[in-house]
């Protein structure tokens, strides 16, 4: 028991290092499979520790973890993390044997960031039943690590019931995506990270951060790490950021309702129904922004607030691929 929860806790004591090894670059997929590998493949020789990409079922995003499994036969070191790959169109069993041939290419580099993914995506795009989506999602969990970690073959749940062969075990860090408080206190008890997506920070502060601990508390285990999803905009025109950042928020909260509800639910309510100068306050708690210098000085403040990693993601300004190759060369080059 010992041992596994030493296991547990390397997802966040190795980032204790340096602040690079707790700042990664976010990617999105929606380009072609060979631009997102030579994104990784530049990334690593920067100097970037941590690739983060997620995987919701988009028609023209290619699958992460396929891309995943390229990217570690062209690379070295750096780590590569799903956040996320939504379960309900994949079977524990198969996410677990994938995990497994991830890890056999690129030893202690997978961290399997999980989530139930969008009642739009779930539902209208790929025509499934997400019902109890947190019941769904923990019991998920605990099939892949018996899977993963223990060599578990059988299971008796309310949603999976079987025998699974499994022969040997990988300690592949799991981590869940996380919204609302309960998502962040279900995290808390059961995975080895929690994956924000636009949460507004002083939101993560002081009420995700708690939420997360007291769930590792009430099962006498180690808090898992936060890691914050945040935007980024290396510009200082600031109405230029503020008018994309408004975009990138209704785009949420227009295609995905959980985005909408929670933002009501947290306070901005008034942004959601198009107050611009409430999404003007809002997209601030999102987005840091300014010139390099400005933004790596916000990126430390952040990390000594106590949100434990960081997964940046580019807000584009004026040239996507020269301002993609600065927050790069600017992660890369972090202490």
């Known amino acids: 028991m010992e041992q596994k929860d030493e296991i547990r806790q390397s997802s966040k004591t190795v980032l204790q290092h340096s602040l690079r090894d707790r700042v990664g670059v976010y990617l999105l997929a929606n380009q072609e499979t060979e631009n997102i590998l030579a994104s990784i493949r530049e990334a690593e020789q920067a100097g970037v520790q941590q690739i983060w990409m997620g995987d919701m079922g988009w028609a023209n995003y290619a699958d992460t973890l396929t891309i995943f499994a390229v990217a570690a036969t062209q690379t070295e070191h750096i780590r ?10 994949r079977h524990p069993l198969v996410m677990a044997r994938q995990a497994l041939a991830l890890h056999d290419l690129a030893p202690r580099r997978l961290r399997l960031g999980v989530g139930p993914g969008g009642r739009a995506v779930i539902e209208d795009w790929h025509g499934l039943s997400q019902t109890t989506p947190h019941s769904y999602l923990k019991e998920y969990v605990e099939v892949l690590r018996s899977l993963l970690w223990d060599g578990a073959t059988a299971y008796q749940g309310n949603f999976f019931k079987g025998v699974f062969p499994s022969t ?34 002083p939101y993560l502060q002081q009420t995700a951060l708690p939420a997360l601990r007291a769930g590792a508390e009430g099962k006498a285990r180690p808090a898992p790490p936060i890691v914050a999803h945040v935007l980024v905009a290396l510009s200082t025109n600031e109405a ?56 790596r000085s ?31 060369q600017l992660i890369g080059s972090l202490e």
């Open 80 to 89: 590569l993390g799903t956040s996320i790959v939504a379960t309900y169109p």
């Open 168 to 201: 040997r075990t990988i300690q592949v860090p799991l981590l869940i995506s996380a919204l609302g408080a309960k998502g962040f206190q279900l995290a808390g008890e059961i995975a080895d990270g929690a994956l924000s997506y636009l949460c507004p920070i």
């Open 240 to 295: 230029a950021v503020l008018a994309r950042a408004r975009q990138w928020i209704q785009f949420a909260a227009q295609s995905f309702e959980q985005y909408a509800h929670f933002f009501a639910q947290i306070g901005w309510e008034s942004a959601m129904h198009g107050d611009e100068k409430q999404l003007d306050a809002l997209a601030r708690t999102i987005v840091i922004s300014g010139d390099e210098t400005s933004v």
């Open 298 to 328: 916000q990126v430390r403040e952040l990390i000594a607030s106590g949100l434990d990693e960081l997964q940046l993601q580019l807000l584009p300004i004026a040239s996507e691929a020269k301002e993609q190759r600065q927050l790069i």
